[in-house]
């Protein structure tokens, strides 16, 4: 496994992370055995970087964490997030930045890992009734104390991620970005390079769209919540196959699987970027691993940009509620 530095720190982390949410919440069911063999088997293949947040499960994919990870803890990187809440009932509730709840979050999070420090530590989504600078303060705050080694905001518009960084140093931005999300090309990612910060990738695979396996809403179970995705919706759908079976067709022409040249792609976006496919299966996860040793020309490159320029996947990425959350 190849490795890549994230932004301004001194973690070395695996070019392929590992993103954890699947394995306890969102996409359907639930196999804790096989999502612990899967934590397992990434640590075999050189994965050494597990993204998760405290509203995973919700709180249950830190505690699988942390149990799973405890006897390698000196051998990964964990980041997880918080203030992207959720009420008694479930639903979503506004994101949440006010310094007493960054101080309250991070000592639950600590607790349910069963740590005494997170490598890095995000703010899920921003808070636009709590000034930026009042969160990455009380952010540093954390890191002072010995509590989080790293920080890192999520999501974050270039004005927010400069009034943050002008606080305490911001290590790396973590934001959507695929084939088929490309916004962050426009005005992030210049931002993100012009200050020295890395940038993680989350849904890589468009939420496994771009593995070619996802055709129908049928093939999702009911409490998989891309059934309720624009992207993954009537129209928009088959607007969007269009893309995947000129991937497919591309990677049958290289033998390599569709996902895997998705996640190529991304890593030849630049050295600061480092991808976290998420997967609850070791069969996908071991496929995700086997990207990093893709090479690809600047005439496939090219070929790539053509089957999936930026703007091309149609409908919003979440559904208005959640959209209402991204700082633009």
């Not at 426009?186 to 849904?203: D, H, K, N, Q, W």
């Not at 996640?263 to 976006?269: I, K, N």
Request: a neutral charge.
């Amino acid at each position: 496994m190849k490795l890549r530095r994230l932004g301004n720190s001194d973690l070395m982390v695996s070019a392929i992370g590992l993103g954890c949410m699947g394995m306890s919440w969102a996409y359907g069911s639930v196999d804790e055995n096989e999502a612990a063999a899967t934590l397992h088997r990434a640590v075999e293949l050189g994965v050494n970087f597990f993204d998760t947040a405290d509203v995973y499960g919700p709180f249950t994919n830190e505690i699988l964490l942390g149990k799973t990870l405890k006897g390698v803890r000196d051998q990964v990187v964990i980041a997880t997030k918080f203030g992207n809440r959720r009420g008694p009932d479930g639903k979503p509730m506004d994101p949440d930045g006010r310094p007493e709840y960054v101080r309250e979050a991070c000592d639950a999070s600590l607790k349910r890992f069963g740590i005494d420090h997170i490598d890095l530590y995000y703010q899920h989504r921003v808070d636009r009734q709590t000034p930026i600078e009042e969160t990455v303060g009380a952010m540093a705050e954390l890191v002072r104390q010995g509590k989080v080694r790293y920080l890192g905001l999520s999501e974050a518009s270039p004005n927010t991620i400069r009034r943050a960084h002008a606080v305490h140093p911001i290590t790396v931005l973590q934001t959507e970005y695929s084939l088929w999300s490309r916004e962050p090309e426009g005005e992030i990612l210049p931002t993100i390079r012009e200050l020295g910060m890395g940038f993680v990738a989350y849904s890589p695979l468009g939420r496994g769209f771009l593995t070619g396996r996802i055709a129908s809403l049928d093939q999702l179970e009911s409490s998989d919540f891309r059934r309720i995705s624009p992207r993954f919706q009537g129209d928009n759908l088959n607007h969007n196959l269009n893309i995947v079976r000129e991937l497919q067709q591309m990677a049958a022409d290289k033998n390599v699987r569709p996902g895997q040249l998705a996640l190529a792609w991304v890593l030849a976006q630049g050295e600061d970027i480092v991808p976290i496919p998420g997967t609850k299966r070791r069969q996908y996860l071991e496929e995700n691993a086997a990207a990093v040793e893709i090479a690809l020309s600047p005439a496939e490159i090219e070929r790539l940009n053509r089957i999936a320029p930026r703007g091309v996947t149609a409908g919003e990425r979440y559904p208005a509620a959640a959209m209402r959350n991204i700082d633009f």
